[in-house]
């Protein structure tokens, strides 16, 4: 047999330390819940506006909320290339392409500083971003870089 609502409201009542922390831990929860949902939601809409349908991250182990603080072997790249399948492949050559992600504080030439991405990749990184188009020059080699901007 179940006691009536009204019981159970009105020993909320009865005693008002017990009010003041039921209604912190609900309101806590329902805090936690929402930060939940919006970390959850501003990963998906960052990585779904920036990435490719096509494109896969691995992050390393613990890492789920930020891909600064990755750590993945060398030799997952390998791994991946040999383990997936229906990679795209134009010419034979598999678009895997390990990169090295920093985020730093650059300075510039007037003497400011801000927050800049720096991207270690290799050639095969074309491959997987195809929108990205070298303007002029070469693609950097060893000891070299390649300075780009966000269209």
């Avoid at 990963?43 to 993945?72: D, F, H, Y």
């Avoid at 229906?86 to 678009?95: F, H, K, M, Q, V």
Wanted: charged share 20%; no cysteine.
């Amino acid at each position: 047999m179940l006691l009536p609502f009204s019981y159970a409201v009105r020993n909320l009542y009865r005693d008002r330390t017990r009010l003041a922390q039921t209604l912190g831990g609900s309101a806590l929860v329902v805090f936690l819940v929402m930060g939940a949902h919006a970390l959850n939601e501003g990963m998906r809409k960052t990585l779904s506006a920036s990435g490719s349908p096509r494109n896969m991250l691995i992050l390393g182990k613990g890492s789920e909320e930020s891909m600064q603080r990755s750590e993945v072997s060398e030799q997952a790249a390998g791994i991946t290339e040999a383990s997936v399948s229906g990679i795209y492949a134009p010419l034979g050559d598999r678009a895997v392409s390990p990169q090295i992600i920093h985020m730093a504080n650059l300075g510039l030439p007037d003497g400011t500083r801000i927050r800049g991405l720096v991207r270690g990749v290799t050639a095969k990184a074309l491959l997987t971003h195809p929108e990205v188009t070298v303007m002029e020059g070469h693609f950097p080699g060893p000891g070299e870089i390649m300075a780009g901007r966000l269209a």
